[in-house]
Protein backbone atom coordinates (compact mmCIF):
# COMPACT_ATOMS: atom_id res chain seq x y z
CA UNK A 1 0.00 0.00 0.00
CA UNK A 2 1.32 3.71 -0.49
CA UNK A 3 0.11 6.96 0.22
CA UNK A 4 -1.35 9.23 -2.15
CA UNK A 5 -3.40 12.49 -2.99
CA UNK A 6 -7.12 12.37 -3.91
CA UNK A 7 -8.37 15.40 -4.80
CA UNK A 8 -7.11 17.53 -1.40
CA UNK A 9 -7.79 14.16 0.54
CA UNK A 10 -4.82 11.96 2.11
CA UNK A 11 -5.61 8.35 0.96
CA UNK A 12 -4.68 4.61 0.94
CA UNK A 13 -3.83 3.05 -2.50
CA UNK A 14 -3.78 -0.73 -1.98
CA UNK A 15 -2.58 -2.50 -4.74
CA UNK A 16 -2.68 -6.10 -5.24
CA UNK A 17 0.28 -8.22 -7.28
CA UNK A 18 -1.85 -8.68 -10.40
CA UNK A 19 -2.75 -5.21 -10.71
CA UNK A 20 -6.10 -4.74 -8.86
CA UNK A 21 -6.29 -1.68 -6.72
CA UNK A 22 -8.40 0.23 -4.49
CA UNK A 23 -8.49 3.99 -2.96
CA UNK A 24 -9.67 5.14 -0.04
CA UNK A 25 -9.65 8.38 1.53
CA UNK A 26 -8.93 9.02 4.97
CA UNK A 27 -12.26 11.04 5.01
CA UNK A 28 -14.91 8.69 5.39
CA UNK A 29 -12.80 5.70 4.87
CA UNK A 30 -14.70 6.34 1.72
CA UNK A 31 -13.67 3.60 -0.90
CA UNK A 32 -13.58 5.94 -4.17
CA UNK A 33 -12.12 3.67 -6.78
CA UNK A 34 -11.68 0.21 -7.72
CA UNK A 35 -10.24 -1.63 -10.59
CA UNK A 36 -10.02 -5.46 -10.70
CA UNK A 37 -7.04 -6.88 -12.56
CA UNK A 38 -8.23 -5.82 -16.05
CA UNK A 39 -8.10 -2.24 -14.95
CA UNK A 40 -11.13 -1.34 -16.04
CA UNK A 41 -12.80 1.52 -12.93
CA UNK A 42 -16.00 -0.33 -11.37
CA UNK A 43 -17.14 3.08 -9.19
CA UNK A 44 -18.38 5.69 -10.02
CA UNK A 45 -17.60 8.58 -8.44
CA UNK A 46 -18.97 12.65 -9.91
CA UNK A 47 -16.84 15.13 -11.37
CA UNK A 48 -18.69 17.72 -8.82
CA UNK A 49 -18.16 16.37 -5.92
CA UNK A 50 -16.05 18.05 -3.17
CA UNK A 51 -12.69 16.27 -2.74
CA UNK A 52 -11.70 18.88 0.16
CA UNK A 53 -13.38 17.14 3.82
CA UNK A 54 -16.02 20.21 3.11
CA UNK A 55 -19.02 17.80 2.74
CA UNK A 56 -19.81 13.79 1.85
CA UNK A 57 -17.81 12.55 -1.26
CA UNK A 58 -20.65 11.85 -3.90
CA UNK A 59 -19.71 8.58 -5.24
CA UNK A 60 -17.42 5.25 -4.12
CA UNK A 61 -18.48 3.52 -1.31
CA UNK A 62 -19.99 6.05 1.48
CA UNK A 63 -19.85 4.53 5.14
CA UNK A 64 -23.56 4.67 6.40
CA UNK A 65 -23.37 4.74 10.36
CA UNK A 66 -24.68 5.45 12.73
CA UNK A 67 -28.33 6.03 11.23
CA UNK A 68 -29.56 5.54 7.70
CA UNK A 69 -31.35 8.57 5.96
CA UNK A 70 -33.12 10.52 8.34
CA UNK A 71 -34.27 7.70 10.09
CA UNK A 72 -32.37 8.20 13.92
CA UNK A 73 -31.40 11.52 15.39
CA UNK A 74 -28.73 13.22 14.34
CA UNK A 75 -27.32 13.86 10.86
CA UNK A 76 -28.56 12.35 7.48
CA UNK A 77 -27.13 9.04 6.93
CA UNK A 78 -24.81 9.27 10.07
CA UNK A 79 -21.16 10.67 10.38
CA UNK A 80 -19.29 7.99 9.45
CA UNK A 81 -18.84 9.39 5.88
CA UNK A 82 -17.91 13.16 7.30
CA UNK A 83 -15.66 11.82 9.41
CA UNK A 84 -11.79 11.25 9.51
CA UNK A 85 -10.72 7.47 10.12
CA UNK A 86 -7.03 6.13 10.81
CA UNK A 87 -5.07 3.44 8.76
CA UNK A 88 -4.91 0.66 11.61
CA UNK A 89 -3.65 -2.01 9.42
CA UNK A 90 -2.45 -3.31 5.76
CA UNK A 91 -1.16 -6.39 4.34
CA UNK A 92 -1.42 -8.78 1.33
CA UNK A 93 -1.27 -12.93 0.88
CA UNK A 94 -2.01 -15.33 -1.68
CA UNK A 95 -1.72 -11.76 -4.04
CA UNK A 96 -4.68 -10.48 -2.15
CA UNK A 97 -4.16 -6.99 -0.57
CA UNK A 98 -6.08 -5.03 2.47
CA UNK A 99 -6.38 -2.51 4.58
CA UNK A 100 -8.38 -1.79 7.88
CA UNK A 101 -9.34 1.51 8.48
CA UNK A 102 -10.76 2.98 12.36
CA UNK A 103 -12.96 5.43 13.52
CA UNK A 104 -13.60 5.46 17.53
CA UNK A 105 -15.83 7.59 19.26
CA UNK A 106 -12.77 9.62 20.70
CA UNK A 107 -11.74 10.43 16.74
CA UNK A 108 -14.70 12.74 16.32
CA UNK A 109 -14.85 16.09 16.31
CA UNK A 110 -16.37 17.32 19.79
CA UNK A 111 -19.40 18.21 18.31
CA UNK A 112 -20.32 15.03 16.57
CA UNK A 113 -19.40 13.15 19.65
CA UNK A 114 -21.77 15.50 21.63
CA UNK A 115 -24.82 14.56 19.06
CA UNK A 116 -23.70 10.24 19.74
CA UNK A 117 -22.48 10.00 23.21
CA UNK A 118 -21.94 6.46 22.84
CA UNK A 119 -18.25 4.33 23.10
CA UNK A 120 -17.75 2.65 19.51
CA UNK A 121 -15.30 1.15 17.17
CA UNK A 122 -15.92 0.95 14.00
CA UNK A 123 -13.48 -0.97 11.84
CA UNK A 124 -13.69 -1.25 7.60
CA UNK A 125 -11.94 -3.70 6.01
CA UNK A 126 -11.27 -3.20 2.26
CA UNK A 127 -9.60 -6.22 0.48
CA UNK A 128 -8.54 -6.43 -3.32
CA UNK A 129 -8.12 -9.82 -4.96
CA UNK A 130 -8.22 -10.54 -8.53
CA UNK A 131 -11.44 -9.55 -10.15
CA UNK A 132 -13.15 -9.29 -6.19
CA UNK A 133 -13.79 -6.69 -3.70
CA UNK A 134 -14.45 -7.18 -0.48
CA UNK A 135 -15.73 -5.02 2.30
CA UNK A 136 -16.22 -5.72 6.24
CA UNK A 137 -17.42 -3.83 8.24
CA UNK A 138 -17.03 -4.20 12.06
CA UNK A 139 -19.48 -2.51 14.63
CA UNK A 140 -18.44 -3.21 18.59
CA UNK A 141 -19.90 -1.60 21.57
CA UNK A 142 -17.14 -0.06 24.01
CA UNK A 143 -19.41 1.64 25.89
CA UNK A 144 -20.97 0.88 29.07
CA UNK A 145 -24.35 1.02 27.86
CA UNK A 146 -26.07 -0.74 24.84
CA UNK A 147 -26.88 1.70 21.45
CA UNK A 148 -28.67 1.18 18.62
CA UNK A 149 -27.73 1.76 15.16
CA UNK A 150 -28.24 1.26 11.40
CA UNK A 151 -25.57 0.80 8.87
CA UNK A 152 -25.08 0.92 4.91
CA UNK A 153 -21.78 0.73 2.12
CA UNK A 154 -23.83 2.71 -0.13
CA UNK A 155 -22.03 1.93 -2.95
CA UNK A 156 -22.22 3.53 -6.36
CA UNK A 157 -21.51 1.42 -9.24
CA UNK A 158 -20.32 2.72 -12.35
CA UNK A 159 -22.20 1.74 -15.69
CA UNK A 160 -21.81 2.46 -19.08
CA UNK A 161 -26.01 3.95 -19.52
CA UNK A 162 -28.78 3.20 -16.92
CA UNK A 163 -30.73 2.29 -19.68
CA UNK A 164 -28.16 -0.57 -20.07
CA UNK A 165 -28.25 -2.11 -16.83
CA UNK A 166 -30.31 -4.83 -14.92
CA UNK A 167 -30.34 -5.79 -11.65
CA UNK A 168 -31.09 -9.43 -10.50
CA UNK A 169 -31.44 -11.05 -7.00
CA UNK A 170 -34.29 -8.71 -6.09
CA UNK A 171 -38.14 -9.93 -5.03
CA UNK A 172 -39.23 -8.62 -8.63
CA UNK A 173 -36.67 -10.60 -10.61
CA UNK A 174 -34.94 -8.63 -13.18
CA UNK A 175 -35.07 -4.89 -12.35
CA UNK A 176 -34.20 -2.07 -14.92
CA UNK A 177 -34.50 1.56 -13.94
CA UNK A 178 -35.41 4.30 -16.24
CA UNK A 179 -35.85 7.58 -14.05
CA UNK A 180 -35.69 7.97 -10.25
CA UNK A 181 -35.69 5.15 -8.30
CA UNK A 182 -35.63 4.89 -4.48
CA UNK A 183 -36.40 1.31 -2.96
CA UNK A 184 -34.92 -0.78 0.17
CA UNK A 185 -35.31 -4.48 -0.39
CA UNK A 186 -36.08 -6.52 3.00
CA UNK A 187 -34.16 -9.67 4.05
CA UNK A 188 -32.10 -10.01 1.09
CA UNK A 189 -31.07 -13.11 0.83
CA UNK A 190 -28.81 -14.73 -1.49
CA UNK A 191 -26.34 -12.58 -4.02
CA UNK A 192 -27.88 -9.90 -6.26
CA UNK A 193 -26.50 -8.87 -10.11
CA UNK A 194 -25.65 -6.36 -12.10
CA UNK A 195 -25.67 -6.60 -15.55
CA UNK A 196 -24.14 -3.77 -17.88
CA UNK A 197 -23.79 -4.86 -21.43
CA UNK A 198 -20.82 -8.24 -21.39
CA UNK A 199 -20.19 -7.53 -17.71
CA UNK A 200 -21.92 -8.84 -14.53
CA UNK A 201 -21.27 -7.99 -10.98
CA UNK A 202 -22.17 -10.69 -8.61
CA UNK A 203 -22.82 -8.96 -5.06
CA UNK A 204 -23.06 -10.80 -2.34
CA UNK A 205 -23.77 -9.32 1.39
CA UNK A 206 -23.45 -11.02 4.66
CA UNK A 207 -25.23 -9.45 8.30
CA UNK A 208 -26.65 -6.80 5.75
CA UNK A 209 -30.28 -7.86 6.00
CA UNK A 210 -31.74 -5.35 3.29
CA UNK A 211 -30.68 -3.76 0.18
CA UNK A 212 -31.30 -0.52 -1.47
CA UNK A 213 -31.46 0.22 -4.90
CA UNK A 214 -31.32 4.05 -5.83
CA UNK A 215 -30.35 6.56 -8.84
CA UNK A 216 -31.97 10.21 -8.71
CA UNK A 217 -33.39 10.32 -12.24
CA UNK A 218 -32.58 13.42 -13.99
CA UNK A 219 -34.89 15.78 -12.09
CA UNK A 220 -33.56 15.05 -8.76
CA UNK A 221 -29.82 14.86 -9.80
CA UNK A 222 -30.19 18.33 -11.34
CA UNK A 223 -31.10 19.56 -7.99
CA UNK A 224 -27.76 17.91 -6.19
CA UNK A 225 -25.22 20.53 -6.24
CA UNK A 226 -22.97 18.10 -6.24
CA UNK A 227 -23.60 15.75 -9.23
CA UNK A 228 -23.60 16.73 -12.59
CA UNK A 229 -26.76 16.24 -14.41
CA UNK A 230 -26.21 13.59 -16.89
CA UNK A 231 -24.27 11.58 -14.60
CA UNK A 232 -27.28 10.02 -13.11
CA UNK A 233 -27.22 7.21 -16.10
CA UNK A 234 -23.50 6.34 -15.56
CA UNK A 235 -24.03 4.98 -12.43
CA UNK A 236 -26.76 3.04 -9.75
CA UNK A 237 -26.53 2.77 -6.09
CA UNK A 238 -26.55 -0.95 -4.63
CA UNK A 239 -26.02 -0.85 -0.91
CA UNK A 240 -26.07 -3.78 1.62
CA UNK A 241 -27.44 -2.32 4.60
CA UNK A 242 -29.09 -2.66 7.65
CA UNK A 243 -32.30 -0.61 8.11
CA UNK A 244 -33.95 -1.06 11.40
CA UNK A 245 -31.82 -0.33 14.31
CA UNK A 246 -29.98 -3.16 16.19
CA UNK A 247 -29.43 -2.74 19.00
CA UNK A 248 -25.83 -3.37 20.64
CA UNK A 249 -24.95 -4.32 23.75
CA UNK A 250 -22.11 -3.48 25.63
CA UNK A 251 -19.04 -4.78 24.58
CA UNK A 252 -20.97 -6.75 21.61
CA UNK A 253 -20.06 -6.47 17.74
CA UNK A 254 -21.88 -7.07 14.77
CA UNK A 255 -20.43 -7.33 11.33
CA UNK A 256 -21.78 -6.95 7.84
CA UNK A 257 -19.58 -7.63 4.37
CA UNK A 258 -20.38 -7.00 0.77
CA UNK A 259 -18.48 -9.11 -1.62
CA UNK A 260 -18.21 -7.85 -4.97
CA UNK A 261 -16.81 -10.05 -7.94
CA UNK A 262 -16.90 -9.39 -11.65
CA UNK A 263 -17.83 -11.81 -14.60
CA UNK A 264 -16.69 -10.51 -17.85
O1 LIG B 1 -29.74 5.23 -0.27
C1 LIG B 1 -30.62 6.02 -0.97
C2 LIG B 1 -30.66 7.40 -0.40
O2 LIG B 1 -31.05 7.40 0.95
C3 LIG B 1 -31.59 8.20 -1.30
O3 LIG B 1 -32.81 8.51 -0.71
C4 LIG B 1 -30.73 9.36 -1.77
O4 LIG B 1 -31.10 10.58 -1.32
C5 LIG B 1 -29.31 8.93 -1.48
O5 LIG B 1 -29.36 8.01 -0.44
C6 LIG B 1 -28.21 9.95 -1.33
O6 LIG B 1 -28.22 10.60 -0.11
P1 LIG B 1 -27.19 11.79 0.15
O7 LIG B 1 -27.40 12.20 1.58
O8 LIG B 1 -25.82 11.24 -0.08
O9 LIG B 1 -27.53 12.87 -0.83
Known amino acids: IEMVDYGQLPAVRIRGTDGAQAIVTLYGAHLV ?29 PVIFPQFAERGTGMR ?11 ADSGAHDGAAFAVFMLEDGDLAPALAQAWPHGFALALRVEV ?16 DAFAFSAALHTY ?20 IDDNFDHIYRGIDGAMTLADGATTLHLAQDGFGDA ?7 LDAAALNDM ?3 EYQRFVCI ?6 PLTLAAGAAWRGAHTIRIDA
Do not use: M
Open 212 to 218: VVWNPGA
Open 228 to 230: EDA
Open 129 to 144: NGAALALTLEVRNTGA
Open 157 to 176: FSVSHLARVRIGGVQEGELH
Open 77 to 87: HGFARVATWRL
Open 239 to 244: EPALIA
Open 33 to 61: SWQGADGAERLFCSAASKLDGSRAIRGGV
